[in-house]
């Protein structure tokens, strides 16, 4: 039974991994922001994050999210 968790576990991790889009908790968990701070950037008008609307669902494109997180690093911007 113990086998069986750990190889649940193991497959939930890879699965995660391979994601390419994130949802805002998702990216919160992800980068450390807190998720009300990413669904402020979202709501925010003429806003430079990242992301893109499935319906009403936002998705965060990981790649993307990356570069706009390296972005601001180097701009030394306050979020």
Do not use: C
Request: glycine share 4%.
């Amino acid at each position: 039974m113990e086998e069986l968790l750990k190889e649940i576990l193991e497959t939930l991790k890879q699965s995660k991994v391979n994601k390419v889009t994130f949802s805002i908790m998702e990216a919160a968990m992800y980068s450390g922001i807190g998720h009300e701070k990413i669904r402020e950037l979202v709501n925010r008008p003429n806003t430079d994050f990242p992301y893109f609307k499935v319906g009403s669902r936002v998705a965060i494109d990981k790649r993307v999210f990356d570069e706009w997180l390296d972005k601001i690093t180097l701009e030394h911007r306050k979020l």
